[in-house]
């Protein structure tokens, strides 16, 4: 039986006053983000979203109470990070673990990653 498809990824809830800053910070570590409620993998984003941001804050009896309102993102690794088939090499974690903890006060996340489908990058037309 073959796995499907899936994409590493960490969920995080940001606190949308910083979700700017901090995805051009990771987009330069090769780092992307992508709010749930518009991933294009999610057929109903904005309620996968409110239930990814419930159970987060829910499993911590009121120590993440102040994300409540935060925005639940997804953060990929970038082509850079990949190669082929392989396992994600340790420092793609280590780069995206330091960012987050740069950014402590306004992030709640567990240090482990999921799986997701694969969410791909738009491309722009050429012309």
Not at 67 to 95: C, Y
Request: proline share 9%; with cysteine.
């Amino acid at each position: 039986m073959r796995r499907l498809p899936h994409e590493n990824v960490a969920t995080v809830l940001v606190d949308p006053r910083v979700l700017e800053d901090l995805e051009l910070e990771l987009m330069e570590l090769d780092l992307r983000v992508w709010p749930v409620a518009t991933a294009p993998i999610c057929v109903d984003g904005p309620r996968q979203a409110f239930q990814i941001r419930r159970s987060l804050v829910m499993k911590h009896h009121g120590e993440w109470d102040l994300a409540a309102e935060w925005t639940p993102v997804w953060i990929s690794f970038g082509e850079s990070w990949r190669f082929g088939d392989e396992p994600l090499p340790w420092s793609a974690h280590q780069a995206l673990w330091h960012a987050l903890e740069q950014h402590g006060a306004h992030v709640r996340y567990h240090r482990r990653l999921g799986g997701v489908r694969p969410l791909q990058v738009p491309l722009e037309p050429t012309g």
